[in-house]
């Protein structure tokens, strides 16, 4: 069926430090990708997405291209910041026609920078 | 900037209580979601309802779930009688004929 599966964390790091947050999915067809971010307390929003293959996407430093070759959709960011610090969730859309858009979510990473 | 908004933020019942989750949709959105994420665990999806009608359920939305688009502003989950392991994060999320989704702040349900 169709998935995501995201590294398990937490992860922990200090701040300047580098991150990757590694996601594959399985899915028919080509679907839409995207990394969403929960702060403490908040709800889910769109950090950035990428709609087929070969794109970045990329906001507030944060990157990530779409592999579909390695069906992987890995995120980036070169120098983490202290507010960085939240839960970071991988999910596509399966093309249209195969369903009517719901996202299919990772279980989530929790990244925590400590200063 | 339009936003998705939710109420309450916290809902706590009795189980067995029937329960009412409020959220108001950006206005000229067209695609209406509901997703729950239990403590430490992944948002799932619950349903999505387009043109007044369910688009689509998951398997976690059984016959104690039910949807409403009332009166063309407000979009409802209720939970006829609710369970202990009915507690959880649900968030309400919107969009347009693009797919990006936006997702409101969230109802956290406390089921006792």
């Known amino acids: 069926g169709n998935s995501v599966t995201q590294m398990e964390g937490p992860v922990t790091l200090s701040e300047e430090a580098f991150l990757t947050i590694n996601c594959t999915y399985t899915?028919?067809?080509?679907?839409?990708l995207f990394w969403y971010v929960q702060y403490p307390g908040e709800g889910l929003q769109l950090l950035l997405k990428?709609?087929?293959?070969?794109d970045k996407g990329s906001n507030k430093g944060f990157e990530a291209t779409y592999r579909k070759e390695t069906t992987s959709f890995h995120l980036e960011k070169g120098s983490v910041q202290v507010s960085d610090s939240a839960v970071y969730f991988c999910?596509?859309?399966?093309?249209?026609?195969?369903?009517?858009?719901?996202?299919?979510f990772g279980k989530g990473t929790k990244l925590s920078v400590k200063p | 900037e339009p936003e998705v908004t939710q109420t309450p933020s916290h809902q706590v019942t009795q189980m067995g209580q029937e329960v009412i989750l409020r959220c108001v949709p950006i206005?000229?959105?067209?695609?209406f979601y509901w997703y729950r994420q239990i403590l430490g665990q992944k948002v799932e999806f619950l349903v999505s309802?387009?043109?007044?009608?369910?688009?689509?359920k998951s398997e976690i939305f059984d016959d104690q779930f039910s949807v409403e688009r009332p009166d063309g502003s407000n979009f409802t989950l209720k939970i006829r009688s609710t369970k202990l392991e009915d507690s959880a994060m649900y968030f309400c999320?919107?969009?347009?004929?693009?797919?990006?989704?936006?997702f409101g702040p969230g109802t956290r349900l406390t089921v006792l």
């Open positions: 899915a028919t067809g080509y679907p839409s």
């Open positions: 309802f387009y043109n007044n009608e369910i688009s689509e």
């Open positions: 206005s000229n959105h067209l695609y």
């Open positions: 999910a596509l859309i399966l093309p249209y026609g195969g369903s009517q858009g719901n996202l299919i």
């Open positions: 990428a709609t087929k293959a070969d």
């Open positions: 999320a919107s969009r347009n004929r693009g797919n990006e989704q936006f």
